[in-house]
């Protein structure tokens, strides 16, 4: 019986070693990953670089509306051709084409008779008839001018309402991919400026994410985190921003 319990004591003893052996094991192994990765991670570099455009519209977009008010709809519709008539002879004879300008259907509504408390009663007083005109150009300064002298319309009663011109870019998509190219450029020569002090070089680009595109008035400063498109300015800036991150030798 002596042996026996001698045995069982020695076993007990050995198996407390092996597990005692396994956790430092364990732990060994871990510290050393948790170290590897320390130094991986730091061989890691994240900067933000960013590149701008000064450039002109391209692209001009004016829209404008007139609109008559008649006893009946005969000659509310025959009064609102002629105004649609002197607005396409107006702008044709300032340099427009005919594929330049787009109407819209003519819209008419109904309006009534007060009764004595204010209020509308059934009976129809008139109509209100009115309908839009857009035109786009390439010329946008032309179509500036043309939507300044627009008020000459009245010489001939179209009573014209008129929206501000909208500018765009048309190739933006374009100017994008190349001002974000330029962007990236200005990460890599951050990242290259930030590691030459200690003797490190720049490796590898890991990722790159872009942010939003900032389209502002060409002296402008204004910044929104959804991006920014002004069409009231036919002299813009374009900026762009990425977000980089280089190993490091």
């Known amino acids: 019986m002596k042996d026996i319990r001698e045995i069982k004591d020695y076993q ?4 407390g070693l092996i ?4 956790a430092v094991l364990s732990t060994f192994i871990l510290s050393h990953a948790v170290i590897s990765y320390q130094k991986l991670n730091k061989q890691a570099l994240s900067v933000t670089g960013s590149a701008s455009r000064n450039v002109k519209s ?15 709809l005969k000659s509310g519709y025959a009064k609102i051709n002629a105004d649609k008539q002197s607005v396409k002879e107006f702008l044709l004879s300032n340099g427009l084409k005919e594929e330049d300008i787009k109407f819209t259907p ?3 509504y109904p309006f009534y008779k007060k009764l004595s ?57 374009e100017l994008k991919v190349q001002i974000l190219a330029d962007a990236t450029k200005d990460a890599k020569e951050r ?10 070089h720049i490796g590898v680009m890991n990722s790159a ?7 502002v008035a060409e002296n402008s400063t204004d910044v929104s985190d959804y991006g920014i498109y002004n069409t009231n300015a036919i002299n813009k800036k374009i ?5 980089a991150t280089f190993t490091i030798k």
């Open 191 to 200: 990242a290259k400026s930030m590691v030459q002090s200690t003797g490190g």
């Open 209 to 215: 994410k872009m942010g939003v595109f900032q389209i």
């Open 239 to 243: 900026n762009a921003v990425v977000n």
């Open 106 to 108: 003519v819209s008419s």
């Open 19 to 22: 597990i005692a052996l396994g």
């Open 58 to 72: 391209d692209l001009a977009v004016w829209k404008a509306y007139y609109e008559v008010r008649s006893k009946d």
């Open 117 to 173: 408390n204010g209020y509308d009663s059934n009976d129809v007083d008139g109509y209100r008839l009115s309908q839009n005109v857009e035109v786009s150009s390439k010329d946008v300064d032309n179509l500036t001018k043309i939507s300044q002298d627009a008020i000459k319309l009245v010489d001939k009663n179209v009573e014209l309402s008129s929206n501000t011109v909208e500018y765009y870019v048309s190739n933006l998509d």
């Open 12 to 15: 007990i003893v050995l198996l």
